[in-house]
């Protein structure tokens, strides 16, 4: 090769990377100068917060700012999620910039509506803010045509895992099959047309450190118990009913019990709660319920820890002479970041913020249905620390709307450009260096292979 094709070569490399920098650099200003919009819309659906699958004001207001910026979408997909598109025109993958819709619920909060107790306990209303951030730098003029491919906006509902009955009364009545948005999303295929994706989540406040990148997450499932009993009077016949609630206690003792069967490795988390526990004081408790999950590190570990769980829940019902149905539903896959997407974000992250600004993440034991999506795709799920108090608690506050959405929008908004830019060369790289654990009709398959109905009849009297 000679020493001209090389000078010729540099030069037009220089120039795809001011390019790319320009890029950015109009990218970020726009982000600056729509700041306070960004931060409002956050703030308003922090003031206005909905669980999964009923997130009907908050995607009222994201399906607005689409519409104000001139973005096609769908909407209703997964009841309140939408999607929309901005094409380049020219051909590459896809890149899905992703927002979470629902909150939690958490009696007590400062935000919590007073008659749902729901509450952004962990972030999300940052997010809507962020991905509309994002959808409006990327639309600045120059940007879009220096990119090729298509970045798709996508909103979804019910990530926090809560309100099981209610949900799975949706899933029997046929409006969902899948607890969680991100799963029912891949069964709608409104990721099929989608190659990755990223996302940013709050954390906490640290010293140095504003954004922590990589790491993985427990995978989990979801049971619904129900004892069945012998109602009875309590005081004057109790030898004639068949406590549930008895059988019950017995089982959560019996699973606590395990606790030391289980592998440090596997990371395993099992937290029932008991939902109802009987219908009046003076009756034998004849109906008693309860919620469980049970994560581990590994979908085989989450298998192992359910069987050990169903044992002990056998177990209550054939001790008390009740009786037990368990009805497992799937929850989350484990979730790993793509190491490419992660490097790009980092970079992009630290020249924003300056060096040490960026931590790497280990091992979470929570879960989330990124998990679902990182089995297909790959995923970059940042996060930002912004935020004070315990996630899902009574004192999770966004103290940093600046950072926990404006800058979350730029690291995110340039690394899509890094990803686009250039004919899309690291967006193909990066699509054809993943080898993805599962095709989408093998994730179907896999999660739907967790659910089952079961009833042990632990001999009624």
């Not at 509309?132 to 940007?143: E, R, S, Y």
């Not at 999770?396 to 830019?421: F, G, P, Q, R």
């Amino acid at each position: 090769m000679t020493i001209d094709v090389l000078n010729q070569r540099g030069q037009t490399e220089r120039m795809t990377a001011q390019t790319t920098d320009e890029s950015k650099a109009a990218a970020y200003q726009a982000i600056d100068a729509g700041g306070d919009k960004a931060v409002r819309i956050a703030k308003e659906i922090l003031a206005n917060p909905e669980p999964g699958y009923r997130e009907h004001k908050t995607a009222k207001v994201a399906a607005s700012e689409f519409r104000r910026l001139g973005i096609p979408l769908q909407e209703g997909l997964a009841i309140t999620g939408m999607k929309g598109i901005l094409d380049t025109g020219r051909p590459g993958p896809t890149v899905a910039v992703i927002g979470e819709l629902d909150s939690h619920i958490v009696n007590g909060h400062p935000h919590a509506d007073p008659a749902t107790n729901a509450a952004h306990a962990c972030g999300h209303h940052t997010q809507i803010g962020m991905l509309v951030a994002t959808a409006a730098a990327l639309q600045t003029p120059g940007i879009m045509k220096n990119l090729s491919g298509r970045i798709a906006l996508i909103a979804v509902p019910a990530e926090e895992y809560i309100e099981i009955e209610y949900r799975n009364e949706l899933r029997r009545k046929g409006k969902i099959e899948f607890l969680v948005g991100k799963s029912e999303f891949i069964k709608l295929g409104a990721f099929d047309d989608v190659d990755m994706a990223i996302m940013t989540h709050t954390d906490n406040q640290e010293p140095n450190a504003k954004f922590n990148v990589g790491g993985t997450f427990n995978g989990m499932i979801a049971k619904l118990i129900r004892y069945t009993g012998l109602s009875a009077h309590a005081g004057s016949e109790p030898h004639l009913g068949v406590n549930a609630l008895n059988a019950a206690t017995l089982a959560l003792s019996a699973i606590h019990a395990q606790r030391e069967t289980f592998r440090e490795q596997d990371f395993i988390r099992v937290h029932p709660i008991i939902t109802r526990g009987g219908g009046a004081v003076s009756a034998i408790p004849d109906d008693v319920r309860i919620e469980t999950f049970i994560r581990g590190r590994t979908i085989e570990a989450v298998q192992s820890a359910g069987k050990k769980v169903d044992r002990a829940l056998k177990a209550g019902a054939w001790a008390m002479g009740a009786s037990v149905s368990i009805t497992s539903i799937p929850g989350f896959l484990p979730l790993q970041n793509d190491t490419n997407m992660q490097a790009l974000h980092t970079e992009n992250a630290t020249r924003l913020l300056g060096e040490g600004s960026v931590a790497q993440r280990g091992h979470e034991t929570g879960s989330s249905d990124m998990g679902d999506l990182s089995n297909i795709m790959p995923i970059a799920h940042p996060f930002v620390a912004a935020a004070s108090g315990k996630s899902h608690g009574v004192d999770y506050l966004v103290e940093d709307y600046d950072l926990a959405v404006l800058t979350s929008a730029k690291a995110m908004a340039a690394t899509v450009i890094d990803l686009l830019s250039n004919g899309a060369a690291r967006a193909h790289e990066i699509k054809n260096d993943y080898k993805a654990p599962l095709t989408r009709q093998e994730y179907l398959a896999t999660v739907r292979g967790f659910a089952s109905e079961e009833t042990f009849d632990g001999d009624l009297t």
